[in-house]
Nanobody, 117 residues
Framework: QVQLVESGGGLVQAGGSLRLSCAAS????????MGWYRRAPGKQRDLVAA???????NYADSVKGRFTISRDNAKNTVHLQMNSLKPEDTAVYYC???????????WGQGTQVTVSS
């Protein structure tokens, strides 16, 4: 099965930047979609950004213009460049991957992002 490992989280002040990375390994099936979700304390896990194998992207309205998702299909990695961070961006960020037609999907363990005011 595919294993996802996130990295790049940490503490930043408002207005700062972080770059999250997620590496997929251990699976032989192709990955159609990779993305990032986040969960703030007491809230549901919501989509932040996603990208298909063809490069199509989707962003939550709250991060448009500030975050950029990118993907290296050859390395099965996905990145999330987060600029102009706000305290409300504070959450655990989870990497997600799904196969064609979403016949399978899996999650990383999450990486903490904390933005101080």
């Amino acid at each position: 099965q595919v294993q996802l490992v996130e990295s790049g989280g940490g503490l930043v002040q408002a207005g700062g930047s972080l770059r999250l990375s997620c590496a997929a390994s251990g699976g032989s099936v192709s990955i159609e979609t990779m993305g990032w979700y986040r969960r703030a304390p007491g809230k549901q896990r919501d989509l932040v950004a996603a990208i298909t194998s063809g490069g199509s992207t989707n962003y939550a309205d709250s991060v448009k213009g500030r975050f950029t998702i990118s993907r290296d299909n050859a390395k099965n990695t996905v990145h999330l460049q987060m600029n102009s961070l706000k305290p409300e961006d504070t959450a655990v960020y989870y990497c997600n991957a799904a196969g064609p037609r979403t016949w399978w999907w899996t999650w990383g363990q999450g990486t903490q992002v904390t933005v101080s005011s």
